[in-house]
């Protein structure tokens, strides 16, 4: 039997990430696997409905908010009690808040040469709205990239050395560095949240294989597609997008990143973990993409990233990070 391996999943009670959960535990034998979620009950029914499909699975539950920097800290105290050396991180955990749709720009654009654009970025599509966190960090922010880069620093002892680990980000087709900019890191002006925490994910994957290769640390992010889950009925309602489901299955004829469900959603995820991590390329987004008739496959999209983002991003990171864990000392 192979050794045993551990892989923590945050945001695993539900799609993407409980779909990942599942896959990995049939994909990688004697797997330990924890589910990093804020909701217990949540967690816990996961943690059943995966019981239920793989008896005698080995599952532990941490309570983790990525939005709230306390939990962050606690969560990483947790996972470090139980695991001494963690295989797979996956950063999964995340929000798109929207407050409307444009439908008059949804139209214009499937009517238009922009339309496979527009249905795999959903760029101008949608009217995203923030908010401030109790630790007074934007909320998109703090919870999409702020929180993991916490857990990752705080975890650094139990990743890599001997044999490898793999930070696994899910991160999107929406991130564009024409809304990130590294002096507003967390998009404190600006209107596209989203778009500005996924791109800084990416710049993050990329700082992390700098420092952390030497230590036998791999960073790689993953854009699924677009995937109905608790994000997109946050959008529109499950029975609109059931009625739409004929017309994106159409679709699938000109864009390829329709991936619609989660098993296909988390298919590079899910292969990302049976790569050679050292063969992989820390530049490339693992892109899903699906045929006409359903079958998902995984291609690499060379990201245009500047050396200049991946330092100064980084560094900020680290700063806002020396700044919460001085906080938590004095309060202990
Ligand atoms: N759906 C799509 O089309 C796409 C999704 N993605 C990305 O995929 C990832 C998974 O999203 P998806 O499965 O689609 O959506 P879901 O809303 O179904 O899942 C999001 C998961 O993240 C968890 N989560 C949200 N906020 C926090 C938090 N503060 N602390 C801990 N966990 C949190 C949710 O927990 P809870 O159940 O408690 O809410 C849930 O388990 C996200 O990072 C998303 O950005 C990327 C591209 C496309
Ligand atoms: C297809 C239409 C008749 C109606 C749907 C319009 C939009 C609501 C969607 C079109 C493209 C979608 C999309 C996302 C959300 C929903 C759309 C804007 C994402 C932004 C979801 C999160 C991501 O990370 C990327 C997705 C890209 C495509």
């Known amino acids: 039997m192979s050794p045993a391996k551990v892989a923590v999943v945050t945001g695993g009670n539900s799609g993407i990430g409980l779909t990942l959960a599942e896959r990995l535990l049939t ?28 008896p005698g699975a080995k599952i532990s539950i941490v309570i983790l908010d990525t939005s709230n920097v306390n939990s962050v800290f606690q969560a990483a105290a947790k996972i470090k009690e139980k695991y001494d050396k963690i295989d797979y991180l996956f950063m999964n955990a995340g929000i798109m ?38 630790d007074g960090l934007k909320k998109v922010f703090a919870t999409n990239l702020f929180g993991h880069f916490i857990l990752v620093r705080e975890l650094e002892d139990c990743l890599g050395g001997d044999t490898t680990t793999q930070i696994i980000w899910t991160s999107s087709k929406s991130a564009s560095d024409k809304y ?17 925490s996924k791109y800084g994910t990416d710049v993050l994957s990329v700082a992390i294989n700098e420092r952390l290769n030497k ?21 529109l309602s499950d029975w609109f997008w059931t009625l739409i489901i004929p017309f994106l299955l159409l679709m699938r004829l000109i864009v390829s990143t329709l991936s619609i469900n989660t098993y296909n959603g988390s298919e590079p995820l ?63």
């Not at 979620?37 to 816990?44: D, L, T, V």
């Not at 006409?292 to 330092?311: H, L, R, T």
Request: with cysteine.
């Open 180 to 196: 990130f900019h590294v002096e507003d890191m967390q998009h404190v002006i600006g209107t596209e949240p989203y778009s500005s």
């Open 215 to 235: 230590k036998g640390v791999y960073s790689h992010t993953v854009s699924p597609g677009l995937v109905m889950s608790g994000m997109t009925y946050g959008i």
């Open 27 to 54: 994909a990688h034998q004697n797997l330990q696997l924890c589910l990093a979620c804020r909701n217990q009950s949540r967690a816990e029914a996961a943690k059943r409905s995966l019981e239920l499909s793989h």
């Open 270 to 332: 899910v292969w990302l973990s049976k790569q050679k991590a050292e063969s992989l390329d820390p530049r490339s987004k693992y892109c899903c993409h699906v045929t006409f008739w359903g079958i998902p496959y995984v291609q690499p999209a060379k990201m245009d990233i500047s050396d200049e983002d991946v330092n100064q991003l980084y560094n900020q990171l680290e700063d806002l990070y020396l700044t919460f864990k001085e906080k938590t000392k004095q309060h202990k």
């Open 97 to 134: 808040p929207v407050s409307r749709v444009h439908w008059k720009k949804v139209f214009t654009s499937i009517l238009s040469r922009d339309c496979a654009h527009a249905l795999s970025t959903g760029e101008g599509l949608l009217q995203h709205v923030d908010e401030t966190t109790s």
